[in-house]
């Protein structure tokens, strides 16, 4: 995609105004030529792209404000839709943020690529930017229960109030599921959740008030990033290496921060999908036992791996809040996920749980139960498995190993990138490409430390496997001579 404007909208800083008098001066440079562009792209993603150019060339910068809908729908010479879904496109990039009053603005770098609200259903545009399962397992497992939903003795039950922490038979199935990973299977011990992130919100809520500090490593998932900066949370970052969280950094945040939790992801750490290896795990504990700092463990990749170690919860439930739920080994639209707790924390959580949405559905913990019931669960999720062993190897044949960060049953993998490569150029070229990833900025707690130069990239995102190869190749493609042609230091 290349970068055609000058002199378009260098003065975009202005207030309301004088908006009307910039867009006579620049808007027709802005929206120069883009309904007769030969190309089957739809026409509200070739405005959005051009936003997006600009953006890209510094012609927009954090803080400036885009000409109202109507005007941009007038000066580009479309309907009042089109322009409306461009600035949907632009809302699910992260680029733009529309407040009432003050019109859409420009945001921050930060927030130039943040997760994606869903997959990208236009042809010859790749979305890799979300994780989610590949298969239609799930959609067939329901095929068959859903004719039968009614005839189950618990059906009555879906149209009632239950305790914050959920349905007991869910719970029960759930307990049972997670047996292997939470070292019991005790329903009371269990909080039904609204997926993983409502679990985190909910354990963050128990054991951090604002202001109070909680740990995580330096890279690490978005949305743990978000829901810190949402409740006030002072998330600090630890050091990492090829092995994880490193020890003595997590003791020295210790001294230095007094924090009162500590963020893990120990198996296929997202973006880096990095699994702590025993040792690392025990010693990171020892540091968590010294300084009285409670344990939140992410473990929503868990299930799909074939032979995971044992989890932080199940050697040292005291001081663990363990997290995880079916959206990654099962379906993203699922919605459901368990929080396994010690009592006294556990109480904690069930009161936020509470405020926060009285509880969860049991018409889709009924569904669960029964995915579980009837060995359907552990089928889709095998199947899953199969599908992410295939991908892996597309992405090992057509990217460089020295770059690839990945493992055989991640749903995502990790890309570093040579110098000059940047990762928000290079998610912007890739864009250009018409291939979506994330870049290592979004998964960054703080800009003050040494960055890190990768993209995540989700096999499973891919409608298809020759979709995913050329998605592959593309990239590729990138980090062997593209940047040539693109603005790296935008």
Not at 51 to 77: F, M
Request: net charge negative; hydrophobic share 40%.
């Amino acid at each position: 995609m290349n970068i055609t404007y000058e002199n378009s909208f260098n003065c975009m800083s202005y207030n309301a105004t004088i908006a009307g008098e910039l867009l006579k001066q620049t808007g027709e440079a802005m929206f120069e030529d883009l309904l007769n562009a030969e190309s089957d792209v739809p026409v509200y993603r070739r405005l959005a792209d051009r936003v997006l150019e600009l953006i890209a060339s510094k012609h927009l910068v954090p803080g400036d404000r885009l000409p109202p809908q109507r005007e941009i729908a007038r000066t580009a010479g479309v309907n009042l839709t089109t322009v409306t879904r461009a600035i949907a496109v632009l809302h699910e990039r992260g680029v733009i943020d529309g407040r009432p009053g003050k019109g859409t603005i420009i945001v921050a770098p930060k927030t130039f690529v943040s997760p994606r609200s869903g997959v990208s259903g236009d042809e010859g545009y790749c979305d890799l930017s979300i994780n989610r399962p590949a298969t239609d397992a799930y959609l067939r497992a329901l095929q068959t229960i859903l004719p039968h939903l009614s005839e189950d003795p618990r059906f009555e039950g879906i149209q009632d109030y239950y305790l914050p922490e959920g349905h007991f038979d869910v719970r029960e199935a759930l307990a049972n599921w997670m047996s292997d990973a939470t070292g019991h299977s005790d329903p009371d011990r269990v909080a039904v959740v609204n997926g993983a992130q409502h679990g985190l919100a909910c354990a963050l809520g128990a054991v951090a008030n604002s202001g109070q500090v909680v740990l995580a490593d330096s890279t690490t998932f978005q949305g743990f990033i978000s829901l810190c900066a949402l409740r006030g949370v002072v998330l600090k970052p630890v050091a990492m290496d090829e092995q994880g969280m490193i020890p003595d950094a997590f003791a020295e945040a210790c001294r230095q921060f007094n924090p009162t939790a500590v963020y893990l992801m120990p198996n296929y750490h997202n973006p880096t999908t990095i699994t702590l290896s025993p040792e690392r795990r025990e010693a990171l504990v020892a540091i968590a036992r010294a300084h009285n700092v409670i344990i939140i463990e992410d473990d929503v990749y868990r299930p799909l791996i074939r032979k995971p170690v044992a989890s932080i919860a199940s050697l040292h439930p005291d001081i663990t809040i363990y997290v995880t739920s079916l959206s990654k080994c099962v379906a993203a639209g699922i919605r459901l996920g368990a929080v396994s707790a010690p009592r006294r924390l556990l109480r904690g959580i069930n009161a936020f749980l509470k405020t926060n949405c009285w509880s969860t559905s049991f018409a889709t913990g009924l569904m669960v139960v029964q995915l579980i019931e009837q060995g359907k669960l552990s089928s889709i999720i095998a199947e899953q498995m199969t599908e992410l062993e295939v991908r892996h190897k597309i992405l090992t044949e057509n990217l460089p190993s020295k770059n690839l960060h990945s493992q055989p049953t991640a749903p995502h993998a990790w890309l570093t990138l040579p110098e000059p490569w940047r990762g928000s150029s290079f998610a912007r070229a890739a864009l250009s490409e018409g291939v979506c990833v994330l870049s290592s900025d979004a998964f960054t707690i703080s800009r003050n430390q040494a960055p890190v130069h990768a993209i995540r990239l989700n096999l499973n995102a891919a409608r298809s496997r020759d979709e995913l190869a050329d998605a592959a190749k593309t990239l590729n493609g990138l980090l062997e001579g593209g940047f040539r042609n693109v603005n790296i230091d935008a």
